[in-house]
């Protein structure tokens, strides 16, 4: 996964965290955005759980590479991760956003021509009011780790 990502994460790069702190580990993508403020040279946009309110902002910014990062029940174990060109979406039952994560990503690159992907993060709770549990807060804690080697060491 490292090779993939700092082969993809080239240019200028947009992290766009997902998800909502108030529902466990649904806020990973927000808390990674939180540990990388002011620690890499990208965008990062903490974009809740309205990230389509962002797209206007990511796209004048003219990425190369936009990741987002989301709580994304692929099947894995609880605080895996996996590279993501799209998810798969049951129905707007299922997603806390207004919008799905498949179609912005298809607008940003109508919009940017950027490669535009997903890192799912296994979730483990997604309880209102939960917390995080501690292999989601243990992976966020290593791909802020990761995500600055990467940045900061190819910058």
């Known amino acids: ?9 080239q240019g200028k790069v947009v992290l766009l965290g997902v998800g909502n702190p108030m529902w466990g580990d649904d806020g ?26 962002y797209w206007g902002t990511i796209a004048a910014y003219r990425p190369e590479a936009v990741l987002v990062v ?17 998810l798969e979406e049951k129905g707007p039952a299922l997603s806390t956003h207004r919008i799905s994560i498949n179609l912005l990503l298809a607008l940003l690159r109508m919009e940017t021509g950027a490669d535009a992907f997903v890192l799912g993060i296994q979730p483990k709770v997604l309880a209102f009011q939960g917390g995080m549990s501690a ?3 243990k992976t966020v804690e290593l791909l802020g780790e990761l995500f600055m080697d990467i940045l900061v060491g190819g910058a």
């Open 1 to 9: 996964m490292r090779q993939e990502l700092e082969r993809r994460l």
């Open 28 to 53: 990973a993508g927000p808390a990674l955005i939180l540990r990388l403020a002011g620690k890499v040279p990208a965008l990062l946009v903490d974009g809740g759980e309205a990230p389509e309110s």
């Open 70 to 86: 989301d709580a994304v029940d692929w099947g894995g174990e609880p605080g895996s991760v996996a590279v993501l060109e799209q």
């Open 135 to 137: 292999e989601v807060q």
